[in-house]
């Protein structure tokens, strides 16, 4: 018996340490080759990166950064809302709607890009920063409010019918007490829309056509060529690392809600 429960211990080891070497070894080589020079290792590839004519320049990271505060501010106001509808009332149709929701999640973004690029020429929005937010935060809804509906259902019904005995409405009630505990999924769904947004290229390059509104991830791109029509692969492992970055010390710090979060909704649904 110890010795099954030995070998199914290691077992789970050499596959947890398989997976780690599997995820890390790209980044890990990105991070060595960004370093590497022709004369050794040094930091000539990110000064490249920052100071050549079509490299990274201080307002594609603003762009990037607002661009991902919108998606990440208005992703967790609608799935919020929808999730708590969803999951805390009864309606004609709930679960319909539920289902068409989720269904949108079958339709592989790329190809309705153009339409949305239309539809945002017709609002006014097209080659615009918050155009390009509006179309990751509807990117981001079906799995976001799958989330929060999971996270929602979580909550025992007693402590919302206590909530209303003190006198809270709805509104209230999700407020003070329902926002609180459905925190873990709430970082969830803000990590899942920033990691979406700051990496995103696809939708940028469909939607943006001013260089001075360019995201970072488009710079990076941008600034691929070197002369003679060669690529400048160094600099594009910095920026890649550059890009990186962000995402590394988001996850470090909430990486315990986040699995938390991850969980009951996985269990949920």
Partial sequence: MSSISSASRWGRHVTGAAL??????????????????DTGFGLENYD???????????QHVLNSVAVSALTVVGTLVVATLGGYAFGRFTFPGRDLLFLVTL???MV???????????????IGLQDSLIGLSLVLIMFQLPFSIFMMRNSFEAIPK????????????????????LLPAVRPGLI????FAFLTSWSE?????????????????LAVVNMRTASHGSIDYAALEA???FMAVPCLLLFAFMQRSYVRGFISGALKG
């Fill in 201 to 217: 290229f696809f939708a940028p390059l469909i939607l943006l056509n001013s260089t001075d509104r360019f995201t970072t991830t």
């Fill in 20 to 37: 780690a070497i599997l995820f890390l070894s790209p980044l890990l080589w990105s991070g060595w080759a960004s370093l590497r020079t």
């Fill in 239 to 241: 920026g890649v690392v």
């Fill in 48 to 58: 490249r990166l920052f100071t050549s004519d079509n490299g990274i320049r201080l």
């Fill in 108 to 122: 592989p973004y790329a190809t309705i890009l153009i339409a949305l690029y239309v539809l945002l020429g017709w």
């Fill in 188 to 191: 969830t769904v803000g990590l």
């Fill in 158 to 177: 007693e402590l919302e019918e206590s909530a209303y005995v003190d006198g809270c409405n709805s509104f209230s009630a999700l407020l003070r007490i």
């Fill in 103 to 105: 269904a949108i999640l």
